[in-house]
């Protein structure tokens, strides 16, 4: 049986200052309060990447309103298996920030966590068909059971006049709405608990520092070549345990530990770019997430979302994303960074992956060639009236989507992917969806498949205690609604919080 390579006392390194780092840095500590823990970041922002608000679409994603976790089989029933693994991870991640809240490690929810409506918007006979069945079959689950359904033309409209406003008559349309649905944003969740942790001595956090090379010690440990970038000078630091949270990096560096679990893996880097529109006029019309169906070849991440969004206490709109091509991995990234992660090991799968992959490279291509009067013609099928002077084009965050080597070579994945060596000593974390919302199932994962002995012997226990749905088999429906309106009083999600939140926003603007 493999043993624990982390020794009673130890020395964690965490690279990077996103939400996983944070998420897992927070976890280690209320597990063993003993450890020391050094959190690298090469930017001086913490979460100034994926992680960052405008980075990001903000969704709580929880299986609700997104068509590409219920896809139709070939008997045309509705698979609804993944959306109920994302809701139930969401559910865990709403429960451990409810924790976090009530031991005042995060305070004031509503800085980074609002009640928005996540409905899905379907038009045409097919696709109003597809969204009807999804209902049927999710409705029938408690987590689903408060979702609404309508085809009726003026119920939507109270729900999305934007959407309905100056829309053709004639042609059918759906809409589904999950009153529960919400918008976060996850880089001030990531400061929240990252600057409690550096206040409190849990966490040392080193920012303009890159961990430039890993390598691991005949005595199992590892050894960390950091360049302090604002001073140039190097060091190295020891580590029992290191995670590399490092993002669309985090291939380049799994490739430098040389672990074999990480040999045959690949990144393909994926662009994104929104609509903004900032117009206070507009922005108070819309009141949800409306996500639609995905054009054919399009990777599951980049179905078209209007969604309402509350960053840093300012309303927006953002409309997207819109997919494009760049060869960076991360937003401050190198343009050397896809051909640099090129290996012989991977070569193979990478070139495999494209040529299996004609229709997502001919829908990149469409994507990148888009103007932005383009852009504005994808957003007025879901927002009719649209007016080009209240809207902006915003970069998006850098995704890098994992690809693996397969039977036949290679091929690209959508999800996240743990990769991890085979003494539980280093862990990498690759892909983005669904990413943020379910940083905190991912990251248990992690500890499991890490510190196995550990995990079941004390810490699965403690686990259950912070977080009271994690690992049971089956939850009858009174516990998910019961679970959902104690988050929902913490986190200052029911609808008397949110009017209160109105009344307050209405007096300081
Ligand atoms: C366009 C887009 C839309 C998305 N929408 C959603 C959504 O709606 N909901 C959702 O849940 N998720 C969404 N995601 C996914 C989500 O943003 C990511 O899964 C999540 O932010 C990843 O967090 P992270 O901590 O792994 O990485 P990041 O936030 O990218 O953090 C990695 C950090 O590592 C640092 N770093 C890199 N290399 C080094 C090094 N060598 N040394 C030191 N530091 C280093 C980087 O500077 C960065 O700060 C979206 C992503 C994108 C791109």
């Not at 890490?450 to 079941?456: L, N, T, V, W």
């Amino acid at each position: 049986m493999r043993k624990n390579s982390v020794p009673e006392t130890q020395e964690v390194v965490l690279i990077g200052a996103g939400i996983m780092s944070a998420t897992l840095a927070v976890l280690l500590k209320k597990l063993d309060p003993t450890l020391t823990i050094t959190v690298y970041e090469k930017l001086d922002v913490i979460s100034g990447e994926s992680s960052n608000a405008m980075n990001n679409a903000g969704t709580g994603h929880a299986g609700f309103c997104e068509l590409n976790y219920t896809p139709e089989k070939e008997d045309g029933s509705i698979d609804i298996k993944k959306a109920i693994d994302v809701a139930s991870s969401f559910d865990l991640s709403r429960e451990f920030w409810a924790h976090l809240v009530e031991n005042e490690i995060i305070s004031n929810p509503e800085d980074f966590i609002t009640p928005t409506p996540h409905m899905s918007f379907v038009w045409g006979e097919d696709d109003v068909n597809f969204l009807r069945k999804r209902w049927e079959t999710l409705s029938t689950h408690p987590l689903f059971k408060d979702m609404k359904y309508s085809e009726d033309w003026d119920e939507i409209a109270s729900w999305l006049p934007l959407v309905m406003k100056d829309r053709k008559k004639g042609e059918p349309v759906a809409a589904t709405r999950m009153e529960h649905g919400t918008d976060v944003n996850y880089g001030e969740l990531t400061r929240k608990i990252l600057m409690n942790l550096l206040f409190h001595n849990q966490i040392d956090l080193h920012m303009a520092h890159e961990v430039k090379n890993l390598k691991k010690k005949e005595d199992g440990s590892w050894e960390l070549k950091v360049k302090n970038l604002a001073t140039k000078k190097k060091s190295t630091k020891k580590a029992n345990f290191v995670f590399i949270g490092a993002g669309g990096k985090a291939i380049t560096l799994l490739e430098k530990s040389h672990i074999k679990e990480a040999k045959g893996y690949g990144g393909f880097p994926v662009s994104g770019e929104w609509l903004i529109c900032n117009n206070p006029e507009v922005v108070k019309q819309h009141h949800a997430k409306v996500y639609g169906k995905a054009k054919i070849g399009a990777p599951p991440m980049s179905v078209p979302h209007l969604d309402s969004r509350q960053i840093n206490g300012k309303a927006s709109l953002l409309f997207g994303p819109f997919a494009g091509f760049s060869t960076k991995f991360l937003k401050n990234g190198s343009y050397w960074d896809f051909v640099g992660s090129m290996r012989k090991d991977n070569i193979v799968p990478m070139m495999s992956a494209g040529i299996h992959n004609i229709p997502l490279t001919k829908y990149l291509i469409e994507q990148v060639r888009q103007t932005k009067e383009d852009k504005l013609n994808a957003l007025r099928d879901y927002f009719p009236d649209a007016k080009a002077e209240d809207w902006d084009e915003e970069l998006a965050g850098q995704r890098v989507q994992v690809i693996q080597k397969d039977g036949k070579g290679g091929v690209l994945k959508f999800g996240t992917e743990i990769v991890c060596c085979e003494d539980g000593s280093l862990a990498g974390l690759l892909g983005a969806s669904p990413g943020a919302s379910t940083a905190v199932s991912i990251m248990i994962d992690l500890l499991q498949r890490c510190f196995p002995e550990r995990f079941e012997a004390a810490w699965k226990g403690k686990i259950q205690e912070i977080i009271p749905s994690y690992n049971k088999a089956s939850i009858a429906p009174k516990e998910y609604s019961d679970s959902r309106q104690r988050t929902a009083a913490i986190l200052g999600l029911t609808p008397a919080m949110q009017h209160k939140r109105e009344e307050v926003s209405s007096y300081v603007s």
